[in-house]
């Protein structure tokens, strides 16, 4: 049963590495379907705006691609585990609170905690889609690989999931088409 808002028609659930094209992807198909019929949801946005209120922090400046963002990544990773811990939904009933679009984007899925509580709240509405991008592309895109950077143990299960959309030079054919995602979302092309 939904908690907040309105029931979406459509859940897609977007993961991929760092720099690999989640947000272009997205943006993409939301500019496709028009933004009146379908809702871009980012988890990291309430993450880190619980974050900074709770560390005194700059919310707008944890917003951008920042050295200022980057110097509190480990923690802001630390930290949001920690609440997902306690409260696997937390940040997830954020992002859908008034949402009224019947299609929903979100945009940065990162844990399995996040899709199996898309998926037991919103049951088969929900469907996952893997964007995958070659280390040279994520490089182009300003990826800088950190030794003793935090792994969830679950970001990396993220990437067993059915549907991925390659992204970059080198993967011109998308193994989940753009039109199975039009169809999934039911709007045709």
Not at 4 to 18: C, D, I
Not at 63 to 81: N, P, V
Not at 135 to 144: A, D, P, Y
């Amino acid at each position: 049963m939904a908690p907040l808002g309105s029931v979406p028609r459509l859940v897609l659930l977007f993961s991929g590495k760092r720099k690999s094209g989640k947000d272009f992807v997205t943006e993409a198909l939301q500019s496709r379907l028009g933004a009146d019929v379908c809702a871009i949801l980012r988890l990291s946005g309430p993450l880190k705006e619980q974050y900074a209120q709770e560390h005194g922090l700059d919310f707008q400046r944890l917003l951008d691609a920042s050295t200022y963002k980057e110097s509190y990544r480990k923690d802001m990773i630390r930290w949001g585990q920690e609440k997902r811990q306690a409260d696997p939904g937390f940040f997830c009933r954020k992002i859908v609170e008034g949402v009224s679009q019947p299609i929903w984007l979100v945009s940065d899925t990162r844990r399995l905690s996040d899709i199996q509580w898309f998926q037991e709240t919103y049951g088969a509405v929900t469907q996952t889609v893997r964007v995958v991008a070659t280390e040279q592309s994520r490089q182009q895109r300003g990826w800088v690989f950190t030794p003793g950077e935090p792994l969830t143990t679950s970001a990396s299960q993220l990437s067993l999931q059915a549907c991925h959309l390659r992204s970059g030079p080198g993967h011109p054919l998308p193994l989940c088409s753009w039109s199975s995602v039009i169809s999934l979302a039911g709007c045709g092309e």
